[in-house]
T-cell receptor, first 113, second 114 residues
Framework: GENVEQHPSTLSVQEGDSAVIKCTYS??????FPWYKQELGKGPQLIID?????GEKKDQRIAVTLNKTAKHFSLHITETQPEDSAVYFC????????????FGTGTRLTVIP | ETGVTQSPTHLIKTRGQQVTLRCSSQ?????VSWYQQALGQGPQFIFQ???????GRGNFPPRFSGLQFPNYSSELNVNALELDDSALYLC?????????????FGPGTRLTVL
């Protein structure tokens, strides 16, 4: 099955700086890559996603890039704010069976005011 | 906030007991997926229900079972609870078909097995 690796596990940035989280996947058939933000005591919240026919997608301060050849994708957050502090998960979905997601192990982002 | 709701919020059971967790999907969604999230880990896929039938299963034993009802809500049942079953259980709803299959998660049920 699919294996998703995520780095770094923790990331601290100053408010206003940028944050980058990177993930790699193993199954070249995977075609959908969402990113979720999880705050303490809450379920994962979808913040952005990208499909395999697109190389980059942007939504205000958040962008995701996908390199299918290298099988890696990244989340970029610009102008970070304290409310961006949370755990971020990348995920990948293969094309077999259920459209279940395979998640990375998460990145705890702390934005220092 | 998504329209996905889960109950109960927290639950404490003892080893060997059975538990039922419930999930109501977002309006317009026809598929429910269940995930187990251990502390400090990413969610792991348990199974998915579509049209009231299991539509895929992760690496979980048969004591994890589920149901989906005609209104697309779902239950997760776990028999013979073990200490390692302590986790946050998440359900995610989606609409299969037409390419709109993004999964939206509920707040989760925190299960503690003593």
């Amino acid at each position: 099955g699919e294996n998703v690796e995520q780095h770094p596990s923790t990331l601290s940035v100053q408010e206003g700086d940028s944050a980058v989280i990177k993930c790699t996947y193993s199954d070249s058939a995977s075609n959908y890559f969402p990113w979720y933000k999880q705050e303490l005591g809450k379920g994962p919240q979808l913040i952005i996603d990208i499909r395999s026919n697109v190389g980059e997608k942007k939504d205000q301060r958040i962008a995701v890039t996908l390199n299918k050849t290298a099988k890696h994708f990244s989340l970029h957050i610009t102008e970070t704010q304290p409310e961006d502090s949370a755990v971020y998960f990348c995920a990948a979905r293969g094309q077999t069976g259920a459209n279940n997601l395979f998640f990375g192990t998460g990145t705890r982002l702390t934005v220092i005011p | 906030e998504t329209g996905v709701t889960q109950s109960p919020t927290h639950l404490i059971k003892t080893r060997g007991q059975q538990v039922t967790l419930r999930c109501s999907s977002q309006s317009g969604h026809n598929t429910v997926s269940w995930y187990q999230q251990a502390l400090g880990q990413g969610p792991q896929f348990i199974f998915q229900y579509y049209r009231e039938e299991e539509n895929g299963r992760g690496n979980f034993p048969p004591r994890f079972s589920g149901l989906q009802f005609p209104n697309y809500s779902s239950e997760l049942n776990v028999n013979a609870l073990e200490l390692d079953d302590s986790a946050l259980y998440l359900c995610a709803s989606s609409r299969v078909g037409g390419g709109a299959d993004t999964q939206y998660f509920g707040p989760g049920t925190r299960l503690t097995v003593l």
